[in-house]
C-alpha cells in the first residue's frame, strides 16, 4: 500500500523482527506491559513525534479498548478498529447479547444482564435447567468462567468466579448462560464500512481449544452445511449492521450438535486466525481495515471458501506437561514452505524468546483443494519445521494430525480433555 509503518516495541522485544523490518521503530518502555504496550500515553507519544496518522493495535493488548479509541480520536490520530462507541456496545458480553438479542440474532437462554445475588442465578438456573455456565462479563481467555451442573456447586462457582474476575479484569461483575453440551465453537468473519455495508467472509471452526485457549483453527468447518453457513452468516451481518460496525471483527457462536447456533461474543478487533480466512478467500484482511479506516468502501459481496485451510499456533510451551510456557533462546530455526504453506512469525535462528508476553512463536498455516489435503500438507510441514533451544507445541499438533477422530471432524470444544498427552512424552 505504499504506507510507511513505526513499530513500536518495549525492551524485551528490542530484536523481534518486526522491529527490524519496519521503516522506523520506537522504544515505548520496559518489558511489563503496564509500562510499554498498555501505556497510552507512551504510544501517543511515539505516534506524535514520528507523525504518525493512525494506529493499528493488532490483536492483543489495547486493539479492544475504548479509552485508546476515544483518546485516539482526540488526538486526531486514526484507530484502525472499532470506535468506542462500538467498543462499549460489544466489549462488555451482558449487554452485546442484548444488542444481538434485539437485532435478531439467536443467543444463549441466560440472565438479561449481570446478576445481582447469588440466590437469582440459582433461581434462573432451575429456571432454564442445568447446567449452566457463570461468566464474567469483562472475562477473556477463560478466566471468570464455571460450569455449575446442580445448585449444591453453585455457591463455590460463585465465590471463584468473582474473585477470580474481580482479580483479572477489576470488574467481578457476573452473568449467567444456558451451558451447550457437545458444542463447536464457529466463528464468521465479518467486514463493515462507514457508508452502512457489511459482509461476512464465512466461519472458521475453532473448536481445538485448552482452557477456552485456541490451538487449532481451520476454515470450512467439517460440520456446517451450505444451509447453515447461509443462516449465521446473514445473522452475523445483521449483527453487524445494528451497531453500524467499521473494520474487521468476528461474531462468535456456539453450535450444538443438532446445528442449532447461539451468539456467544463479538472480537472487535482482527484475530489471530484470520490467515487461514485470507488463504481460502483471497482478501486481506488487515489491507481491508486499512482501508475502511481511511474511509475506503469493502467489497459488496460475502466470500465463501474455495479452498481449505488449517491453522496450528505454534508456542514455546511444553504441551507433555499441561502446556507450560518454555521461553529461551532459539538455537536452531528452520521454516517449512512449498505450495499451500504460510508462517507467520517474529523469530529466527538466534532469538531469545521473553517470558513476559504471549508464549507464540509463529502461525503455520497450510493449505488445500480438500480438508485431507491441507491436512496431510499440514503434517508435513509441521514434521519440517525446526525449533531447537526450546520445547514447543509443534509435537502436539503432530500427533492430533494424526488422530482419527479428528481426521473424521467429529469433536466439539472438549476433544481435548479425552486426548492422550502421555505419548508426548
Not at 475506503?296 to 507450560?324: L, Q, T, V, W
Request: net charge neutral.
Amino acid at each position: 500500500m505504499k504506507i510507511k509503518t513505526v513499530a513500536i516495541y518495549s525492551t524485551a522485544d528490542k530484536d523481534s523482527l518486526h522491529v527490524r523490518f519496519a521503516d522506523e521503530a520506537v522504544c515505548i518502555g520496559a518489558a511489563p506491559s503496564s509500562k510499554s504496550y498498555l501505556s497510552i500515553p507512551n504510544i501517543i507519544a511515539a505516534a506524535e513525534i514520528t507523525n504518525a496518522d493512525a494506529i493499528h493495535p493488532g490483536y492483543g493488548f489495547l486493539s479492544e479498548n475504548a479509552e485508546f479509541s476515544k483518546i485516539c480520536e482526540d488526538y486526531g490520530i486514526k484507530f484502525i478498529g472499532a470506535s468506542a462507541a462500538m467498543i462499549n456496545a460489544m466489549g462488555d458480553k451482558s449487554s452485546a447479547k442484548a444488542t444481538m438479542k434485539k437485532a435478531g440474532v439467536p443467543t444463549i437462554p441466560g440472565s438479561e444482564g449481570l446478576l445481582e445475588s447469588m440466590d437469582e442465578g440459582i433461581k434462573l438456573a432451575n429456571k432454564i435447567k442445568y447446567p449452566v455456565i457463570l461468566k464474567a462479563t469483562a472475562g477473556g481467555g477463560g478466566r471468570g468462567m464455571r460450569i455449575v451442573r446442580n445448585d449444591a456447586e453453585f455457591k463455590k462457582a460463585w465465590v471463584d468466579a468473582k474473585t477470580e474476575a474481580g482479580a483479572a479484569f477489576g470488574n467481578d461483575g457476573l452473568y449467567l448462560e444456558k451451558f451447550i453440551e457437545e458444542p463447536r465453537h464457529i466463528e464468521i468473519q465479518i467486514l463493515g464500512d462507514r457508508y452502512g455495508k457489511a459482509i461476512h467472509l464465512s466461519e472458521r471452526d475453532c473448536s481445538i481449544q485448552r482452557r477456552h485457549q485456541k490451538l487449532v483453527e481451520e476454515t470450512p468447518s467439517p460440520v456446517i452445511t451450505e444451509r447453515l453457513r447461509t443462516k449465521m452468516g446473514e445473522a452475523a451481518v445483521k449483527g453487524a449492521k445494528a451497531i453500524k460496525y467499521e473494520g474487521a471483527g468476528t461474531i462468535e457462536f456456539l453450535v450444538d450438535k443438532n446445528g442449532d447456533f447461539y451468539f456467544m461474543e463479538m472480537n472487535t478487533r482482527i484475530q489471530v486466525e484470520h490467515t487461514i480466512t485470507e488463504e481460502v478467500t483471497g482478501v486481506d484482511l488487515v489491507k481491508e481495515q486499512i482501508k475502511v479506516a481511511a474511509g475506503g468502501a469493502i467489497p459488496n459481496k460475502n466470500f465463501i471458501p474455495g479452498r481449505y485451510s488449517i491453522e496450528c499456533r505454534i508456542n514455546a510451551e511444553d504441551p507433555a506437561n499441561g502446556f507450560r510456557p518454555n521461553p529461551g533462546k532459539i538455537t536452531n530455526f528452520h521454516l517449512p514452505g512449498g505450495y499451500g504453506v504460510r508462517v507467520d512469525t517474529h523469530c529466527y535462528n538466534g532469538y531469545t524468546i521473553p517470558p513476559n508476553y504471549d508464549s507464540m512463536i509463529g502461525k503455520l498455516i497450510a493449505s488445500g483443494s480438500t480438508r485431507e489435503e491441507a491436512l496431510a500438507r499440514m503434517k508435513r510441514a509441521l514434521e519440517e519445521f525446526v525449533i531447537e533451544g526450546v520445547k514447543t507445541t509443534i509435537p502436539f499438533h503432530i500427533k492430533l494430525m494424526e488422530d482419527p477422530q479428528f481426521q473424521s471432524g467429529k469433536f466439539n470444544t472438549a476433544f481435548l480433555e479425552s486426548f492422550d498427552f502421555s505419548k508426548l512424552k
